[in-house]
């Protein structure tokens, strides 16, 4: 099942990480200026901040399985329609359409993970789940570029598109069977589809740490989107050989994902994200210290560790620390501060650059 999570998380992205590597064809086609392809980003991007609270909110009450299948296979469907758009407009609200199914998937995959797997295990689970969503930003490009090669942009998001609406129907159907067959095994056990509840202490206690560790993602994640301009201006670096440097930070996905989800199951959450959290500040401060683009990319690769071991392990912390009926909800509230943080946060860190 945990392969299947992989999977799944794999094909969400895979999909939805498209529009910004295909952006110079679109532009081209469409004949764009920078404001209009910048929309484009933002069509998809802002909706798919904002719906991640309610969609949370209804997991728990539709059931997550049934969000996360809208998460996979509506993020699909809104992919075939990009491809086949005629104009600009209907481009834009396709990504719009993308953006709003798409905010389900992730309130309501991890609790569905913590119902398929052991809780001594769930942080390794939580790391593996990530590993599968990473990996897209590293290949989309690639697997993007070569398709539009052969079929044009349009051509791109249709391939795509049609593997992850039928994986995301097999996944459904699927799941379907497993939550059926553990609730016929062991009809006590609470179960997300039925939104069923497990005492546990008041979720306000959980709202220091949510505070922590989404600033620390929106923080970071408004800094990275400055650094290849950092690199150009500061150090002469190519546009292209700016823009690569992010691969680093990146690459940390692919791996770290694991080793913070071990480390929650063994040492406990909370110690885990403190310490990466704590590192990640001196090392954003350490960038402007930095004599050339290597420790630029030593520092990102130390700040791509921090990112990727921090967010499956403060996954684990919200699913073990909230009821099963309110479980989705609360991780729904979390992205949505991680996601809109880092949107509001990066105009802001411009204004400071520009006049700092």
Known sequence: MILLFMAAHFAHHLVNALPVPLLPMIRQDFGLNYTQAGLLVAAFTIPYGISQFPAGWLADRWGARMLLSLGIGGVA???????????????????????????GYHPASPALIASVVEPQRLGRAMGLHMMGGSAP???????????????????AFIALAVPTLLLGIFFHILLGRHLRAAVASAPATPSPERGDSVPHRTPWGIVPFVVLSTFTHALTYCVIAFVPLYLVDRFGLGKEAAAAFLAIFYSAGLWASLLGGTLADRLGSVPVVLAVCCIAGPAIYLLNLMPGPSGIGVLLFVLGICN?????VSETYLVSQTSERHRSTVLGAYYFSSYEGGGVLTPVMGLLIDNF
Not at 308 to 312: A, D, F, M
Request: no cysteine; proline share 6%.
């Open 137 to 155: 930003f590293f290949l989309t490009p690639l697997i993007a570029v070569a398709l539009a090669a052969i079929w044009g942009w349009r051509g």
């Open 77 to 103: 469907v809104a992919g075939l329609l990009a491809g086949l758009s005629p104009s600009y407009e209907f481009l834009f609200v396709s990504l719009v359409a993308m953006g709003v199914v798409g905010g």
């Open 308 to 312: 990727y071991i921090r967010t499956p």
